[in-house]
């Protein structure tokens, strides 16, 4: 089935660009998602992009997408502390399930 | 409005308490979903329900009984759960059940004594 690989942890200084990368295995997803989860929270959607695009930005976020290589990435400009999060990536698997990554841990430091 | 609401935000109950999750949406979405996450783990999903039908079931166990009263509303009827069952559950929404973009509710942290 529809597997989503992401690192679990990611350290960055404040100001610095952050990029959380993804891996999945299922091109067949019409769309791909960044969900961000705070502290206590449920999973916001950050953004997402269709699967025959190769980038979309949005303010400070850029998501990059290679479909040859099944690569997802996400790039925060201007990491604030705000920022601090889990974010997961996911996308569509089979029968319209959306998969998640085991998410990425985003430490910003000061 | 493009929010999920759940209700309640924390839950403590005893093994042999029946209790109830309820989720609420008003952006006309026909798919409503409940996930289970466990601390530094991602969501599982446990049902689907679609134009309010269970479509999705992912082999939940009985004590977890979903209903959805119409397409606004979502409950999740608890009995006689497990100290492993102690979580955080996620009511979601999507325009349609197709691989659609998630709209989550905060959860309810659940603790079963």
């Known amino acids: 089935g529809e597997d989503v690989e992401q690192s679990l942890f990611l350290s960055v200084r404040e100001g610095d660009s952050s990029v959380i990368n993804c891996t999945y295995t299922d091109s067949s997803s019409t769309y791909l998602y960044w969900y961000k989860q705070e502290p206590g929270a449920g999973l916001q959607l950050l953004t997402y992009i269709f699967s025959n695009m190769d980038m979309k930005q949005d303010q400070r976020l850029t998501v990059l997408l290679n479909k040859k290589d099944k690569h997802l990435s996400l790039r925060i400009a201007d990491t604030q502390t705000g920022d601090s999060a889990i974010y997961f990536c996911?996308?569509?698997?089979?029968?319209?399930?959306?998969?998640f990554g085991k998410g990425t841990r985003l430490h910003i430091l000061p | 409005d493009t929010e999920v609401t759940q209700t309640p935000k924390h839950l403590v109950m005893g093994m042999t308490n029946k209790k109830s999750l309820k989720c609420e949406q008003h952006?006309?979405?026909?798919?409503m979903y409940w996930y289970k996450q466990k601390a530094k783990k991602p969501p599982e999903l446990m049902f689907v329900?679609?134009?309010?039908?269970?479509?999705i079931n992912e082999s939940v166990p009985s004590r977890f009984s979903p209903e959805c009263p119409n397409s606004s509303l979502l409950n999740l009827h608890l009995h006689a759960l497990q100290p492993e069952d102690s979580a955080l559950y996620l009511c979601?929404?999507?325009?349609?059940?197709?691989?659609?973009?998630?709209?989550f509710g905060s959860g309810t942290q659940l603790s079963v004594l």
């Open positions: 979601a929404s999507s325009q349609v059940n197709s691989g659609e973009k998630l709209f």
């Open positions: 996911a996308g569509g698997g089979r029968d319209d399930k959306i998969i």
């Open positions: 329900y679609s134009y309010e039908k269970l479509s």
């Open positions: 952006m006309g979405h026909r798919a």
